[in-house]
């Protein structure tokens, strides 16, 4: 290592606190300010990771497929998928919340499937390619991540309106369900992802 380079936790022998952030020596496993366990890294990281994301993946499909929404109208039934309402939106000239719901229920899912799937690749090889582009793709995960819900939010807020009427009734369909559990199971995801572990393949070349 170069004598510029700047000294890692690890290399310090120090382990930081994943409820405090509190630097801890190496060996101690409870830490002295919050009393919550110390690891070097989380446990199991990519293994549970892995299967959250593809919990995600498989559930994706029925999401995006199976209703959202059920509408009763004047004794009518309609049921729409979210494409099926993005589609609505658009006819109707609401462009802004159609392009809202596209990218929060169709783009933000697929684009965090595809970067922690990525960053979890990138880990078992052992990349060292560029980890500070890698580090700001998992914050870019954690910051988009509470968008997903736009599309539940939409609906919950029109099944509590139209129950005030007497002429209409809304019931969120089994898409909705489908579609919650893949952004629960996305946001687990990233937050079981040590970012920790794209560096280490970094610390093992200068050793």
């Keep these: 290592m170069s004598a510029t380079a700047a000294l890692t936790a690890s290399q310090a022998r120090l382990v930081p606190c994943h409820a405090c952030g509190r630097l801890e020596p190496a060996g101690h496993r409870i830490c002295t300010r919050c009393h919550a366990h110390i690891h070097p890294r989380k446990p199991d990281s990519v293994a ?3 299967a959250l994301l593809i919990t995600a ?34 006819k109707t000239g609401s462009w802004p919340l159609a392009l ?27 990349s060292r390619w560029s980890p500070t582009f890698r580090t700001r793709l998992y914050r870019l995960t954690e910051l988009i991540g509470r968008w997903s819900m736009v599309d539940i939010f939409a609906v ?29 199971a ?6 079981s992802f040590d970012p920790r572990l794209i560096w280490d393949a970094m610390e093992r070349r200068h050793e």
């Design 100 to 126: 809202l719901i596209f990218f929060a229920s169709i783009v933000v899912p697929f684009l965090k499937l595809g970067i922690l799937s990525f960053l979890l690749l990138s880990v078992r090889t052992g």
């Design 156 to 184: 919950t807020l029109m099944v509590a309106m139209v129950e005030m009427g007497a002429l209409a009734s809304i019931e969120p369909g089994p898409g909705a369900m489908a579609f919650a559990v893949v952004v629960m």
């Design 48 to 50: 549970r990771t892995w």
């Design 186 to 191: 996305t946001m687990l995801a990233s937050h």
């Design 57 to 90: 993946a498989i559930l994706y499909i029925p999401a995006n497929f199976l209703p959202v929404m059920r509408v009763v109208s004047m004794g009518k039934e309609q049921s729409d998928t979210i494409m099926g309402g993005i589609i609505y939106f658009l």
